[in-house]
């Protein structure tokens, strides 16, 4: 159908470091690259989703990012707004581009992040936990994310029998799916083994080093259009089939460690697009932390209550798996980028969907499922994607 919203191009940066450009250049960086891969001009683009700049750095923040950008490419949107959820940024972008076209309201939405994830050795680790954290249950008590995620696998552990050996699983799928992109921060490490994982040093208990997502700086973009539009832009466009959103609280807030809510968001999702977590043929996960899949594959219904964990253990995630997952190598070893990092994924999706993914492609692609969120599990954001209507 040609109102249908599809993503219609997507584009990133490959993960690492940018030092001699500040959060807006790379912005800009980010706009300029992806309008000329899908052949747009700057008046053309009638929707500008982007996130606040410079958030993750510690620095200071532009949270009229759209407008610089606007400036800077003298656009003239019919809308353009600087959003932020944390990791679940673009996917609710996603979802309000998809509204917009739907609506009528829009032809052409352009969402794009870039941002930095300060290195934790220099300070890094204590900033982004005053972001993330309660400010009066939290923070006073000294909140580091590793140790409120370890909060979040503990609880896991002991009510569905998730082991460490499953954690490091899903680590060393994440490596393998690394190896088959060729910007993978990770991939020049080579593959990694369970043992490899299990005697890298203590972070906070039951997380080791390699259980943890590596900090780096990158940034991207995806196109939605109208579908007709799309499929100018693109041959084979990700049809946004349906998302679904959801707000939790934070961790001292949480009514459920186990859980964190994250499975309320996939259930509207599924309902919009009419589909069951039985169509999903590959899925994109967020990753902070080796049980965030394993805790989400169960949320999402991609695994029955615990039995998340032999999806990794079993191999049935990695490549040449049945069902799988961050095939790109996850923020575990693509690479965690900071403001933008909630965006691989999504990214991901799309080129999986439209076959664009190269040696890593899944041969039936037909259905993703993309779940984001930010902050520590707080904020949630499922989306479909589709080959077809």
């Known amino acids: 159908m040609d109102g249908s919203p599809a993503i219609a191009g997507v584009l990133e940066l490959a993960p690492g470091r940018y030092p001699d450009l500040g959060a807006l250049e790379m912005q800009e960086l980010v706009l300029a690259r992806a309008l000329a891969s899908w052949g747009l001009r700057p008046s053309e683009v009638d929707g500008l989703l982007v996130s606040p700049a410079g958030m993750a750095s510690g ?49 052409v939405v352009v969402c794009l992040g870039a941002g930095r994830f300060p290195p934790v050795n220099a300070g890094g680790g204590d900033a982004m936990a005053r972001i993330v954290s309660h400010v009066d249950f ?32 899903v680590a060393v799928t994440s490596r393998a799916w690394a190896l088959e992109h060729p910007d993978a921060l990770m991939r020049k490490k080579g ?101 965030t899949p394993i805790l989400l594959a169960e949320e999402l219904g991609l695994a029955a209550r615990g039995a998340g964990g032999a999806l990794f253990t079993e191999g049935r995630a990695a490549p040449g798996g049945d069902l799988p997952i961050n095939t790109y190598g996850g923020l575990l070893s693509f690479g965690h980028t900071g403001d933008a990092s909630g965006l691989s994924m999504i990214v991901e999706g799309a ?25 520590i599990m707080a904020d949630h954001c499922t989306l479909l994607l589709g080959s077809s209507t």
């Open 351 to 375: 080129r999986q969907v439209m076959g664009a993914a190269g040696s890593r492609q899944v041969a039936d692609a037909s259905v993703a499922l993309v779940h984001v969120y930010g902050g």
């Open 138 to 169: 939290e923070v006073p008590y000294g909140a580091f994310i590793p140790a409120l995620y370890a909060l979040v696998a503990a609880r896991h552990m002991h009510e569905r029998g998730t082991t460490r050996e499953a954690l490091a699983s």
């Open 191 to 291: 593959p990694l083994r369970v043992e490899d994982v299990l005697a890298s040093r203590p972070i906070a208990e039951p997380f080791r080093l390699l259980d943890c997502s590596v900090p780096c700086e990158g940034g991207g973009a995806f196109v939605v259009a109208r579908g007709d539009v799309a499929r100018r832009l693109s041959p084979a466009p990700a049809y946004v089939l349906g998302f679904g959103e959801h707000h939790g609280g934070r961790v001292s807030q949480a009514h459920d460690l186990a859980t964190m809510d994250a499975g309320v968001s996939a259930a509207r999702a599924f309902e919009m697009a009419r589909l069951r977590a039985s169509d999903v043929r590959v899925a994109e996960l967020y990753d902070a932390f080796t049980i």
């Open 59 to 107: 620095a200071s923040v532009d949270v009229f990012a759209h407008d610089a950008l606007v400036d800077a490419f003298r656009m003239k949107p019919r809308f353009a707004e600087t959003v932020n959820a944390g990791g679940a940024t673009y996917g609710i972008m996603a979802a309000r581009a998809a509204i917009a076209i739907a609506t009528r309201q829009a032809d």
